[in-house]
C-alpha cells in the first residue's frame, strides 16, 4: 500500500497574508505538513489565510481537525481563513461534518484572497 503523500507550497502575499496551497493527501499521516507550517505563520501575526485545496484528493477528520483549529486561532487573532476547493468529494466532507457553513469556501485563489483581504 503507497504512503499518503502531501505537498504544502507556501505563498507570503503580503505582510497580512499568506496562502497555504496543498496537493496529496491530508490524512492522518500527512497533517503535520500542514499543522506545523499553520501554526507558524499564525504566531507570526497573518491574519488572512488561504488554504487552496485545489490539488488535494482527500481529506479526513483528522485534516478537518487542522483546518478547524487554524480557522479558530485566526478568528482569535481577529484574521479570517478562507478554503479554496472545487473537489466534489472534499466539498462533501465539509457537507457531511456540517462545517461547509463553518468555513468560507470559494472556488478560486482570486476570490479567497479578495474575501480575506476585505475586497469581496
Known sequence: MPV????VTEDN?????HVLA??????????????DPLREVIAAGK???????GELTFLDSTGLMVLLNGLRRV??????LVIV?????????????GTATT???VDSRIKALAEVQGEN
Not at 502575499?13 to 497574508?17: G, I, K, Q, R
Not at 496543498?22 to 499543522?35: F, I, M, Q, S, Y
Not at 478568528?75 to 479570517?80: P, S, Y
Request: aromatic share 4%.
Open 4 to 7: 499518503p503523500q502531501l505537498k
Open 13 to 17: 502575499v503580503d505582510e497580512h497574508t
Open 22 to 35: 496543498l496537493r496529496g493527501e491530508l490524512d492522518v499521516a500527512t497533517v503535520p505538513r500542514l499543522a
Open 47 to 53: 491574519t488572512g489565510l488561504v488554504i487552496d485545496l
Open 75 to 80: 478568528v482569535r487573532q481577529g484574521g479570517n
Open 85 to 97: 476547493c472545487t473537489n466534489p468529494t472534499v466539498l462533501r466532507l465539509f457537507d457531511i461534518t
Open 103 to 105: 468555513f468560507t469556501v
